[in-house]
């Protein structure tokens, strides 16, 4: 049974909400809570995978990733899957796979990623394959032009080449690989569901 949107509207709220208190937060107090992002194959770099979502660097950062995070929370909300589940897991899988395969320095200094866009890029490639899998046609279309827009295209930023040398590619990269492999495993564990519910 697909979700209502308006159902999970208050965990959509909930969750963004989070995003901007520790910002608010993390800009009154005199600490500086960024440190708390994730440093690929350092040890307390490690809980990063946890956090990085939750931290932003500047008002730019944050206001870029909270439209682009919420239409695509809605558009998860509005699919057949788990919402808060498929969030979770590409949380964790793309911060998994940024601590062991992203960027850990630039020259001399550690390099310490931040920010929502992981995500980002992970329920977009999440919606485009579950998308075309499911054959839910106005979600891929809205996930594709959400892409388009957000940093011009999904391509774009994921090449190193293509971004901001403070912008961190493989962290879109990873997110968008972790949400395609979420996509596929959760369309795989259906399909096994409903065949063995056949059976």
Known sequence: MKHRVTEELNGITMFVAAIW??????WILPADLTHFGLSPRTLGGSFGVFTMPFLH????????NTIPLIVLLCLLAGSQASSGR????????????LWIFGRGSSGSERLN?????????????????????????VALAVALLVAFLYGTTLLQGVLPFAVGENVSW????????AGAIVALTN?????????????
Do not use: C, P, T
């Open 21 to 26: 208190a520790i910002f608010i937060i993390d």
């Open 170 to 177: 493989d962290g879109h990269l990873m997110g968008a690989i």
């Open 113 to 137: 990623h931040v920010g929502a866009s992981g995500l980002i890029y992970g329920l977009i490639a999440f919606l485009i394959v579950a998308g075309f899998r499911e054959g839910r046609i």
């Open 57 to 64: 660097d500047g008002w730019g950062h944050l206001i870029g």
């Open 86 to 97: 498929i969030v979770v897991q590409i949380i964790l899988l793309g911060g998994i796979l």
């Open 187 to 199: 369309s795989a564990n259906s399909a096994l569901a409903v065949k063995q519910k056949a059976i």
